[in-house]
């Protein structure tokens, strides 16, 4: 069997693939993987895979409709788990177009496409298909300090060109189900963190500024809350929800961790502090505060009631043992972070892939 995944050369994606073809109830299963290679796209992330024929990668848009027809034909998935976005809120503030490109039109594209597919499917093919929709608790909009976590029903409230733009595509999934009939499954998942992590997001930046002695921005007064979820744990609960999820139905996968910016920053102090010491002295010394995000979100936080009561998924990792994981990874692969900080990792594609 085979599942399509786009966007599996980005961070979530990435993990996603290869503990895919790690676990030992999915590894016989090939993945087709679908990237454009944005800047945030990195081959490199699935280097260990080279060589392996359980692994295509093929270079292209979501948005171009006959790719993707031609990919379906070729491979017959019997699900497509749709990764593929523009994720970075500071980015969708300073220009928007991209993400109502990729993540509305080009998540447009992708149903039509698995749309056409499917209805031409047959029998247990195409009662077992599932289309699967990864997105973020951001659709959700802002909590005040002592309201409780969303849940499913929550009411869509987007606040930034980010969110608004997965709102738009989970908005086009449900609907592709309930006038197509079509068999979606959609996540909504609190803030990731752990290896492969492009470092412009706030973990893998102060891990990597810090590192260099450069500043750690923090925007605002550094209260704002968000939930942290250790990307092993979203893999797993990805994997749980396509395998036992009731189709059209949404899953909300957090990490039972809120925790203020602040808090997160001086937590990757303290461990950097231990475990690479600086000369200079401890790195809460880098720390500064900086002009506030436009429209910044105050709060997120997920309840994940649902999926544990149904489908039985708890996250595995603390954030106490995951965010020490993920120190310890970027302190292992300073080679990664100087690549995707040159651009350096364009070159390894360009003479990895050019003469194939
Ligand atoms: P990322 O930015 O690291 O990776 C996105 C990937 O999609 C890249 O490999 C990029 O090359 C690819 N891509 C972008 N546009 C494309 C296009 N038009 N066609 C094909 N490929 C394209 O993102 P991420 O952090 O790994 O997020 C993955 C998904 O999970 C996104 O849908 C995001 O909204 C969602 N999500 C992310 C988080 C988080 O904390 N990072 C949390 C919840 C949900
Ligand atoms: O909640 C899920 C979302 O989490 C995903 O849907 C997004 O794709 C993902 O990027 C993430 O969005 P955030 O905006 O929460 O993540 P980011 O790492 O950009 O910022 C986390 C918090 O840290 C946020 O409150 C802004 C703050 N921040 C961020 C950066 C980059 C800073 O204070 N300083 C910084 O330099």
Redesign the pocket.
């Given at each position: 069997m085979t599942i399509l995944v786009t966007g599996g050369a980005g961070f979530i994606g990435s993990n996603f693939v290869l503990d895919w073809l790690a676990d030992a109830s999915t590894r016989d299963e090939r993945v087709v993987n679908l990237d454009a290679l944005t800047y945030a796209g990195n081959l490199r992330n699935l280097a260990s895979l080279q060589g392996d024929a359980r692994h295509v990668f093929v270079k292209g848009d979501i948005g171009d409709r006959a790719l993707v027809d031609r990919l379906l034909a070729e491979h017959q998935p019997r699900a497509v788990l749709h990764f593929a976005?523009e994720?970075?809120?500071?980015r969708s503030i300073l220009g928007p177009g991209a993400f109502i490109k990729t993540n509305v039109e080009g998540t447009f594209t992708l149903l039509e496409a698995a749309r056409a597919y499917w209805s031409a499917l047959e029998g247990d093919a195409k009662a077992a298909f599932r289309f699967h929709h990864v997105s973020?608790?951001?659709v959700y909009g802002s909590l005040a300090p002592d309201a409780p976590a969303f849940t499913e029903t929550h009411p869509y409230e987007p606040n930034s060109p980010?969110?608004a733009s997965?709102a738009a595509s989970d908005h086009l999934v449900r609907a592709w189900h309930h006038t197509y009939g079509m068999p979606v499954l959609t996540t909504n998942?609190?803030?990731?963190y752990g290896p492969y992590h492009f470092p412009?997001?706030?973990?893998p930046?102060m891990i990597v500024n810090a590192l260099a002695g450069k500043p750690l921005?923090?925007?605002?007064d550094?209260l704002?809350v968000?939930?942290w979820l250790y990307v092993g744990d979203h893999c797993s609960a990805i994997r749980t929800v396509l395998a036992k999820g009731r189709v059209g139905e949404t899953y909300n996968i957090g990490g039972w961790n809120e925790k203020p910016?602040r808090e997160?920053v001086h937590t990757v102090c303290a461990l950097l502090d231990e475990l690479r010491p600086s000369a200079e002295g401890p790195y809460t010394r880098l720390i500064t505060h900086?002009k506030d995000?436009p429209g910044?979100?105050r709060r997120?936080a997920i309840d994940a009631r649902k999926i544990e009561r149904e489908l039985g998924w708890r996250p595995a990792e603390t954030f106490e043992t995951g965010i020490r994981k993920t120190v310890r990874w970027y302190l292992e692969h300073a080679d990664w972070v100087a690549d995707v900080q040159s651009g350096g990792y364009r070159d390894w594609v360009a003479a990895n892939y050019s003469a194939r």
């Open positions: 976005a994720s970075h809120v500071d973020t608790d951001e980010y969110s997965k998942c609190s803030n990731n412009e997001k706030l973990i930046l921005p923090i925007y605002g550094g704002q968000r939930d910016n997160i900086v995000r910044h979100d997120y």
